[in-house]
């Protein structure tokens, strides 16, 4: 658990978040982003706040490094809420820094749309650090099952999906790698013109790729290798079921959809 990016790495464990049926997991998710842009109110985002840290304390994956690998976007996160700051002018002048007034309403938008930013991501996020790549294709290829009815590559599609789910840490990583390396060869990444910084990263671009199509090239290897031949025929060692735990989260989540529209202004 060393590296810098959460997203796409497993944590192995066995609380109550990793034991859920991946299909539950993935459902829940993708309901959340949705009703988190229907939050209006301090009550509404309370709610799913609190939801989402309980979800994120329930894994009993150390806060440290939760916070570690979600420093990556906290820049996205500041600069959403400076640009409201300057954008929206709605509300009273709260004050005034060098000829530019920062209205209230633009702290409340900029507040409110860093919040939805945080959550999506630390919910998401949730999913691949409990959820093994196998599972999370076991899981999507049942859900889009009867689209095999149509020739649709359900399989094929869910095998690509958590690969490169899988793969996103590992690029990052190699991403670091390399710009360390071109570094100490005496390259700039963070001084000198525009042009100059684009210029720059075409060292760290080209090994980039070289690295993430020669690691596709062994996997495609490997694969051909074990006798890989897609979807057709191929058996599960565990089959996914929708157990006790899985009714009770979704009767949860069902509580917490109800309270947000509730608690809307």
Do not use: C
Request: charged share 15%.
């Amino acid at each position: 658990m060393g590296s810098s990016m959460i997203i796409g790495q497993y944590v192995p464990g066995n609380s109550l978040i990793h034991r859920l049926d991946p299909r539950t997991k993935i459902t829940i998710i993708f309901f959340f982003v949705l009703i988190v842009f229907f939050a209006n109110s301090v009550m509404s985002y309370g709610l799913l706040t609190l939801f989402a840290v309980g979800s994120a304390v329930s894994t009993r994956i150390p806060a440290p490094y939760l916070i570690k690998g979600l420093l990556p976007v906290w820049f996205l996160i500041v600069f959403t809420f400076i640009l409201h700051l300057f954008v929206t002018k709605e509300g009273e002048v709260l004050f005034t820094i060098f000829s530019f007034d920062f209205y209230t309403g633009g702290i409340i938008q900029g507040l409110a749309i860093s919040l939805r930013f945080f959550l999506l991501i630390l919910v998401t996020s949730l999913l691949t650090l409990t959820t093994t790549p196998i599972e999370i294709t076991d899981a999507i290829e049942g859900m889009l099952g009867p689209l095999k009815k149509v020739r649709f590559p359900v399989h094929e599609l869910a095998l690509m999906m958590s690969i490169s789910l899988r793969f996103i840490p590992t690029l990052m990583q190699e991403t670091e790698k390399i710009s360390k390396a071109q570094a100490s060869r005496g390259v700039d990444f963070r001084t000198g013109s525009f042009k100059d910084r684009i210029k720059a990263v075409v060292p760290l671009l080209v090994p980039l790729f070289v690295s993430a199509f020669k690691r596709a090239e062994e996997l495609a290897m490997a694969m051909e290798a074990r006798g890989y031949q897609g979807g057709e025929g191929r058996t599960k060692l565990r089959e996914l079921r929708i157990g006790k735990l899985d009714t009770y989260t979704y009767i949860l989540f069902i509580l917490v959809v109800i309270g947000l529209f509730l608690t809307r202004a």
